[in-house]
């Protein structure tokens, strides 16, 4: 199964960690159409950019061998060994020299970012679950702003102004500062912005900033995934000025920019969407939106019919929209049914194919639903932070401001899909497909309130470590076992970096975990408490090692993709079972954390795992999991609940009472 994840955004090393987030340099009052005016240039750091290292082969084997020994009895590990031992001095030694090569001929990418596209694009399973992730937005601050003409206005004006801003060359650049005091600063943004592009990330690294690749922002707007036979394209067009608007199944476009490239007045979109929202019409018998979640070579079949049947120059309008709006009929009710919605919703309201979808619903709850293969979370979590700030802060129109005086009738455009029976039938069956998939798959969600960030600090530990743990705990009680896990970790801090895996199940977690689950009454709290802190100093030398691009996951991949493409029979490593073991991951975690983010998530990569999403938050730990019929997510969640509380306890000197659960 291809592994995709929401990913998290920067690894909460002591070596990397961000200090501060950028705040943009004005030059005076941003005008309606930016929403920063940055006078460093937005891609100013991009050519300079270090490239992603290709890690030497005998590190890869030993990180390699390190992740497998807590998956693995003795007589399977042996075995795994010496098919390390023979691949690091036969095949994978010619196929790492012929990748250090072929890297060296290519300095204007990374090794990883054309295998990572094609993994991507030549997946034929539906892109619905398996794929495409969501961030939900906080509720805007103001409540009678969450009114849902008001919040999908504001949101839509402030996604434009990121696209203008971002074309401009506007934009701050994407920077993570180490020593805020020095490199967030006028004084040296005025400096920086006179050093040469092909020097600039040196000078930044000096003060001890970091900038990130930022090569994806472009394919945020005017993108589409279009489905082909064998591997899909992603196809973008930014001369289109139009937004796509979904509702009740039925699709719109208008102009959100005028033929000079200006914003249209937001009284005006408020007056269109006003005007899509009284549409009573009722939902379309065959609602195209379903076509997208069938699985690629189905749908690329289908879009052959759609464009043969007369409906190009309409699909045209909706691959090359802006982005695509969605404003859902219904108001959300909790938390568990937010996750529903933006994850995968009813299948009628959503071109999953999109960049991204801006869904807002009936009572204004908004989340960014994305398609994965254009890009990772730095980019779509920079749009999301900057859109939730500015239609927060500084909204387009009130819920009072009137709607434009304008003929919407005739701005908006309603597109009629030319259906024959074949696309009928198309529609019916990836309905049901649909349907029968969404039936299986449970979402369940938990905030644990005894404490967060700022305690765990205290005691010297890692939040991330220490939440990574109350998993492979949870896991260990609930089927008593430890399992492949998958933490996503960026390596944009390299030219056209993607992701690496940080693998938090450890020899280490493993003892930590049993001595909590297994025999708690037979250590004290102190014995306890040095299990977690050995967990938490390995898990921080994971995740400083998988943010410099120096994990074993990305290497062997482009090892054996590099294979693949030769032609050159697959080495024995890649056949063992222990090999499909560790690559079938059963707990498949993310996090992001943001103040503008409510709640994000993805479902399992596996039939038999668990996706979770989570966020650490100052006094507070936020979980929120998914999983298909034979896994249960509550049940998992009450075991993770149970092992963040069995972990406090022995913080705070308490013995753990039993190990039932």
């Given at each position: 199964?291809?592994?995709?994840?929401?990913?998290?955004?920067?690894?909460?090393?002591?070596?990397l960690?961000?200090?501060?987030p950028?705040?943009?340099?004005?030059?005076?009052?941003?005008?309606?159409?930016?929403?920063?005016?940055?006078?460093?240039?937005?891609?100013?750091?991009?050519d300079s950019?270090?490239?992603?290292?290709?890690?030497?082969?005998?590190?890869t084997?030993?990180?390699?061998?390190?992740?497998?020994k807590?998956l693995?009895d003795d007589?399977?590990?042996?075995?795994?060994?010496?098919?390390?031992?023979?691949?690091?001095?036969?095949?994978?030694?010619e196929?790492?020299?012929?990748?250090?090569?072929?890297?060296?001929?290519?300095?204007?990418?990374?090794?990883?970012?054309g295998?990572?596209?094609?993994?991507?694009?030549?997946?034929?399973?539906?892109?619905?679950?398996?794929?495409?992730?969501?961030?939900?937005?906080n509720?805007?601050?103001?409540?009678?702003?969450?009114?849902?003409?008001?919040r999908?206005?504001?949101?839509?004006?402030s996604?434009?102004?990121?696209l203008?801003?971002l074309?401009?060359?506007l934009?701050?650049?994407?920077?993570?500062?180490?020593n805020?005091?020095?490199s967030d600063?006028?004084?040296f943004?005025?400096?920086?912005?006179?050093?040469?592009?092909?020097?600039?990330?040196?000078?930044?690294?000096l003060?001890n900033?970091?900038?990130l690749?930022m090569?994806q922002?472009?394919?945020?707007?005017?993108?589409?995934?279009i489905?082909?036979r064998g591997?899909?394209?992603?196809?973008t067009d930014?001369?289109a000025?139009?937004l796509?608007?979904l509702?009740?199944?039925?699709?719109?476009?208008?102009?959100?920019?005028?033929k000079d490239?200006?914003?249209?007045s937001?009284?005006e979109?408020k007056?269109?969407?006003?005007?899509?929202?009284?549409?009573?019409?009722?939902?379309?018998?065959f609602?195209?939106?379903?076509?997208p979640?069938e699985?690629?070579d189905?749908w690329?079949?289908?879009?052959e019919k759609l464009?043969s049947?007369?409906n190009?120059?309409t699909?045209?309008k909706?691959?090359?929209?802006?982005?695509?709006?969605?404003?859902?009929d219904?108001?959300?009710?909790?938390?568990v049914?937010?996750?529903?919605?933006?994850?995968?919703s009813?299948?009628?309201?959503?071109?999953f194919d999109k960049?991204?979808?801006?869904?807002?619903?009936?009572?204004?709850?908004?989340?960014v639903?994305?398609?994965?293969?254009?890009?990772?979370g730095?980019?779509?979590?920079?749009?999301f932070?900057?859109v939730f700030?500015?239609?927060?802060?500084t909204p387009a129109?009130t819920?009072?401001s009137?709607?434009a005086?304008?003929?919407?009738?005739?701005?908006?455009?309603k597109?009629?899909?030319k259906?024959?029976?074949a696309?009928?039938?198309?529609?019916?069956t990836?309905?049901r497909?649909?349907?029968?998939?969404m039936?299986?798959?449970?979402?369940?969600?938990?905030q644990?309130?005894?404490?967060?960030?700022e305690?765990?600090?205290?005691?010297?530990?890692s939040?991330?470590?220490?939440v990574q743990l109350?998993f492979?705990m949870?896991?260990?009680?609930?089927?008593?076992?430890?399992?492949?896990t998958?933490?996503?970790?960026?390596t944009?801090?390299?030219?056209?970096?993607?992701?690496?895996?940080?693998?938090?199940?450890?020899?280490?977690?493993?003892?930590?975990?049993?001595?909590?689950?297994?025999?708690?009454?037979?250590?004290?709290?102190g014995?306890?408490?040095?299990?977690?802190?050995?967990?938490?100093?390995?898990?921080?030398?994971?995740?400083?090692?998988?943010?410099?691009?120096q994990?074993?996951?990305?290497h062997?991949?482009?090892?054996?993709?590099?294979a693949?493409?030769?032609?050159?029979?697959?080495?024995?490593?890649?056949?063992?079972p222990?090999?499909?073991?560790?690559?079938h991951?059963i707990?498949?975690?993310s996090t992001l954390s943001?103040?503008?983010v409510?709640?994000?998530?993805?479902?399992?990569?596996?039939?038999?795992?668990?996706?979770?999403?989570?966020a650490?938050?100052?006094n507070w730990?936020g979980c929120?999991?998914?999983?298909y019929t034979?896994?249960?997510?509550?049940?998992f969640?009450?075991?993770?609940e149970?092992?963040?509380?069995?972990?406090f306890?022995?913080?705070e000197?308490?013995?753990?009472k039993?190990?039932?659960?």
């Amino acid at each position: 199964m291809v592994t995709r994840l929401l990913l998290r955004v920067w690894p909460q090393s002591h070596a990397l960690r961000a200090g501060s987030p950028c705040r943009p340099l004005s030059a005076g009052p941003a005008p309606s159409q930016y929403l920063q005016r940055s006078i460093v240039p937005t891609m100013h750091y991009q050519d300079s950019l270090p490239r992603l290292p290709v890690p030497k082969l005998e590190d890869t084997i030993r990180r390699y061998l390190n992740a497998q020994k807590p998956l693995l009895d003795d007589s399977q590990f042996r075995k795994t060994e010496q098919l390390c031992k023979s691949f690091e001095n036969g095949s994978g030694k010619e196929l790492h020299e012929q990748l250090v090569a072929q890297d060296k001929k290519n300095k204007h990418t990374s090794y990883i970012s054309g295998p990572w596209f094609d993994m991507y694009l030549a997946a034929r399973d539906s892109i619905v679950l398996n794929f495409n992730p969501f961030m939900a937005f906080n509720p805007d601050p103001k409540a009678e702003y969450n009114d849902q003409l008001t919040r999908a206005t504001n949101m839509t004006m402030s996604a434009i102004r990121f696209l203008k801003t971002l074309r401009a060359g506007l934009l701050e650049p994407e920077v993570f500062h180490l020593n805020p005091a020095k490199s967030d600063t006028d004084t040296f943004k005025r400096l920086i912005r006179f050093v040469p592009s092909s020097l600039s990330w040196y000078g930044a690294y000096l003060v001890n900033a970091y900038p990130l690749d930022m090569s994806q922002y472009f394919r945020l707007f005017n993108s589409t995934r279009i489905p082909k036979r064998g591997r899909d394209e992603l196809f973008t067009d930014d001369k289109a000025r139009h937004l796509l608007v979904l509702r009740k199944g039925h699709f719109y476009v208008f102009d959100v920019l005028d033929k000079d490239g200006n914003i249209v007045s937001a009284s005006e979109i408020k007056a269109h969407l006003k005007y899509v929202l009284s549409d009573s019409s009722p939902a379309p018998e065959f609602p195209l939106a379903y076509l997208p979640s069938e699985n690629r070579d189905v749908w690329a079949g289908l879009r052959e019919k759609l464009l043969s049947d007369g409906n190009a120059e309409t699909l045209q309008k909706v691959d090359s929209a802006v982005f695509c709006l969605c404003l859902d009929d219904f108001p959300i009710k909790d938390l568990v049914h937010l996750s529903h919605s933006m994850l995968h919703s009813d299948g009628t309201n959503r071109w999953f194919d999109k960049s991204f979808n801006l869904i807002v619903a009936k009572d204004g709850s908004a989340a960014v639903h994305f398609e994965h293969a254009w890009g990772d979370g730095v980019a779509v979590l920079r749009f999301f932070n900057e859109v939730f700030k500015d239609s927060t802060q500084t909204p387009a129109i009130t819920p009072q401001s009137p709607p434009a005086a304008t003929d919407s009738s005739v701005a908006v455009q309603k597109l009629d899909f030319k259906l024959t029976d074949a696309l009928k039938t198309g529609i019916t069956t990836a309905k049901r497909k649909f349907d029968e998939t969404m039936k299986t798959l449970t979402i369940d969600c938990i905030q644990f309130q005894r404490g967060g960030k700022e305690f765990l600090k205290k005691q010297k530990l890692s939040p991330d470590a220490v939440v990574q743990l109350a998993f492979q705990m949870a896991f260990l009680r609930q089927y008593g076992q430890t399992v492949a896990t998958y933490e996503s970790c960026s390596t944009a801090a390299f030219k056209h970096g993607r992701t690496e895996t940080i693998r938090p199940a450890s020899i280490f977690t493993k003892k930590c975990s049993e001595a909590f689950v297994r025999e708690p009454s037979k250590h004290s709290a102190g014995e306890l408490q040095q299990l977690m802190a050995e967990c938490s100093k390995y898990h921080g030398q994971l995740t400083k090692e998988a943010a410099m691009g120096q994990g074993f996951d990305r290497h062997l991949f482009a090892l054996r993709y590099l294979a693949a493409a030769r032609g050159i029979p697959l080495p024995e490593l890649y056949l063992d079972p222990a090999y499909g073991k560790i690559n079938h991951n059963i707990l498949s975690t993310s996090t992001l954390s943001s103040p503008a983010v409510n709640i994000g998530g993805f479902a399992p990569v596996v039939p038999d795992g668990f996706g979770i999403g989570y966020a650490v938050h100052d006094n507070w730990i936020g979980c929120n999991v998914s999983s298909y019929t034979g896994r249960n997510a509550r049940e998992f969640l009450s075991c993770v609940e149970k092992s963040l509380d069995d972990m406090f306890d022995a913080l705070e000197g308490k013995r753990i009472k039993t190990a039932s659960g």
